[in-house]
């Protein structure tokens, strides 16, 4: 098997409170933050697993640079994460160990040594996309039959269960605070100097008063450019209304909005969602809103030249994960954080997740589901309780100001959603082609792109590939 990598930031990979977005019109879930004493492990059987060695796969990008040092006094969310691991080790004669891949290789190296039988992790934490693959292709052991785990608990975030949890009942993934899906959820920066400057509206101001949403946003990215030169071309000399790297920060928009890509019917079925009567009245209200000279910086599709022109106060707002401030602290000018504005045809906000978010799974090669199903609810329980570490840490290391704090807290998780094509996206590339692809294309590469004629184009191939490749597996 090839070298272990080492995946980015454990920081945020066992964290958070539940926080547990239930699909598409829910309002969530929230906890009132759980607790630090372990005290759910009292809960669980006595049982000497007689050194038992759980191993943990890890396959996620978590938003940071690099993975922390996991030694005592690294940082308060790091001591936490070992005191939970060892309070587990010491109730069950344990031994739990992680190992780091690098996630765009994971199912290459992973799917033929499950195949073989060969016991390759107790736990899998990889990626929506990763996932999606091990799913489809029969690699996953039925969560529902582990023993001692129990998924109707609290601290079993429900934010997949439409997808990981199959008509039937059969459970092939799961969210637990150990391997936090949150870290993925988008939301949109805004850089204060040049609020200030163009004259425009704060909007923390507009969230208070109830007008953070598409149509005022869509007036303030209108203000919210300038050509510096007066050359009538905007280029990396000028001030732009909107930049988001790539395609997600786009999608996000898209779906804040309350619309799908792709949807599970009530019969369990995965289906088209593009054909949907509001996404073409949608497409066309981000393109007016996008697709003006000088709205929207693309940098080639170069996320990090994106990235760049905001740090260097180019940009007057960011699309992009809450938790991309880290990108941000170098950055002179001051800066703040709301949620994606409201679309015209809901009423609460919405930030969707991507197909990098993580998802906890397991091999169907584990040698001892026993010992697999109490470890894994033990760790679920446990982490439960680490929401207030991770978001005093992400806000003080992240953040210029207790209002984006704020806003993290009670607009952005509670409405965290996600679309299952994050999940099947890397399966057959039509998925994409016919989706985020129709999303992107025609309001940031190529204004002359029809949406319309790429989804009348695509849905037949779509929901052919679902009924083939998902639909069959489920």
Same mark, same amino acid.
């Given at each position: 098997?090839?070298?272990?990598?080492?995946?980015?930031?454990?920081?945020?990979?066992?964290?958070?409170?539940?926080?547990?977005?239930?699909?598409?019109? #829910?309002?969530? +879930?929230? &906890?009132?933050?759980?607790?630090?004493?372990?005290?759910?492990?009292? !809960? /669980?059987?006595?049982? @000497?697993?007689?050194?038992?060695?759980?191993?943990?796969?890890?396959?996620?990008?978590?938003?940071?640079?690099?993975?922390?040092?996991?030694?005592?006094?690294?940082?308060?969310?790091?001591?936490?994460?070992?005191?939970?691991?060892?309070?587990?080790?010491?109730?069950?004669?344990?031994?739990?160990?992680?190992?780091?891949?690098?996630?765009?290789?994971?199912?290459?190296?992973?799917?033929?040594?499950?195949? #073989?039988?060969? +016991?390759? &992790?107790?736990?899998?934490?990889?990626?929506?996309?990763?996932?999606? !693959? /091990?799913?489809?292709? @029969?690699?996953?052991?039925?969560?529902?039959?582990?023993?001692?785990?129990?998924?109707?608990?609290?601290?079993?975030?429900n934010i997949y269960d439409d997808t990981a949890v199959l008509f039937s009942g059969e459970r092939y993934g799961a969210s637990a605070a150990f391997a936090n899906p949150y870290t993925h959820g988008f939301g949109v920066y805004f850089n204060k100097r040049l609020i200030e400057e163009l004259n425009l509206d704060d909007p923390y101001e507009l969230m208070a008063q109830g007008k953070w949403n598409w149509d005022t946003f869509s007036a303030m990215v209108a203000k919210s450019m300038k050509d510096v030169n007066s050359d009538a071309v905007f280029d990396n000399s000028d001030i732009y209304g909107v930049t988001g790297g790539l395609d997600g920060g786009m999608t996000a928009f898209f779906l804040a909005n309350g619309l799908d890509m792709l949807k599970i019917s009530k019969e369990g079925t995965v289906t088209y969602g593009m054909t949907d009567p509001n996404v073409i009245p949608t497409l066309t209200k981000m393109k007016k809103m996008f697709g003006a000279p000088g709205a929207y910086y693309y940098g080639g599709g170069d996320a990090s030249l994106c990235t760049e022109m905001f740090i260097n106060g180019q940009v007057t707002f960011y699309l992009n994960l809450?938790?991309?401030?880290?990108?941000?602290?170098?950055?002179?000018?001051?800066?703040?954080?709301?949620?994606?504005?409201?679309?015209?045809?809901?009423?609460?906000?919405?930030?969707?997740?991507?197909?990098?978010?993580?998802?906890?799974?397991?091999?169907?090669?584990?040698?001892?589901?026993?010992?697999?199903?109490?470890?894994?609810?033990?760790?679920?329980?446990?982490?439960?309780?680490?929401?207030?570490?991770?978001?005093?840490?992400?806000?003080?290391?992240?953040?210029?100001?207790?209002?984006?704090?704020?806003?993290?807290?009670?607009?952005?998780?509670?409405?965290?959603?996600?679309?299952?094509?994050?999940?099947?996206?890397?399966?057959?590339?039509?998925?994409?082609?016919?989706?985020?692809?129709?999303?992107?294309?025609?309001i940031a590469r190529d204004p002359n792109t029809d949406p319309a004629t790429i989804i009348s184009a695509g849905k037949e191939t779509v929901q052919t590939l679902l009924d083939e490749l998902v639909n069959e597996s489920r």
């Open positions: 098997m090839k070298k272990r990598m080492i995946c980015m930031a454990l920081c945020v990979v066992m964290v958070l409170g539940a926080f547990a977005g239930c699909g598409k019109g #829910s309002e969530g +879930k929230k &906890a009132a933050g759980g607790n630090a004493d372990f005290a759910y492990l009292d !809960k /669980l059987p006595n049982k @000497d697993l007689k050194g038992y060695e759980f191993v943990i796969a890890e396959a996620c990008y978590y938003g940071t640079d690099d993975r922390p040092v996991m030694e005592a006094g690294a940082s308060e969310l790091s001591d936490a994460i070992l005191a939970r691991n060892k309070a587990i080790e010491d109730k069950f004669n344990c031994k739990i160990r992680y190992e780091y891949y690098d996630p765009t290789s994971f199912y290459d190296e992973m799917y033929p040594a499950i195949m #073989s039988g060969e +016991k390759v &992790a107790d736990v899998m934490d990889v990626t929506l996309f990763t996932y999606g !693959k /091990l799913a489809t292709g @029969d690699y996953l052991y039925d969560m529902s039959k582990l023993p001692n785990t129990d998924f109707k608990q609290d601290h079993w975030l809450t938790t991309r401030g880290q990108a941000l602290r170098e950055m002179n000018d001051d800066f703040g954080l709301v949620p994606i504005p409201m679309g015209p045809d809901v009423d609460h906000y919405y930030s969707a997740i991507d197909h990098n978010t993580p998802i906890v799974c397991v091999p169907k090669s584990i040698d001892n589901p026993e010992a697999t199903g109490l470890i894994l609810e033990a760790m679920a329980g446990t982490s439960y309780g680490e929401l207030s570490i991770w978001q005093d840490e992400i806000s003080s290391t992240y953040y210029r100001d207790e209002e984006s704090a704020e806003v993290l807290e009670k607009d952005i998780l509670p409405n965290i959603v996600y679309d299952p094509v994050f999940m099947y996206s890397r399966i057959d590339r039509n998925f994409e082609m016919y989706t985020i692809t129709a999303i992107f294309k025609p």
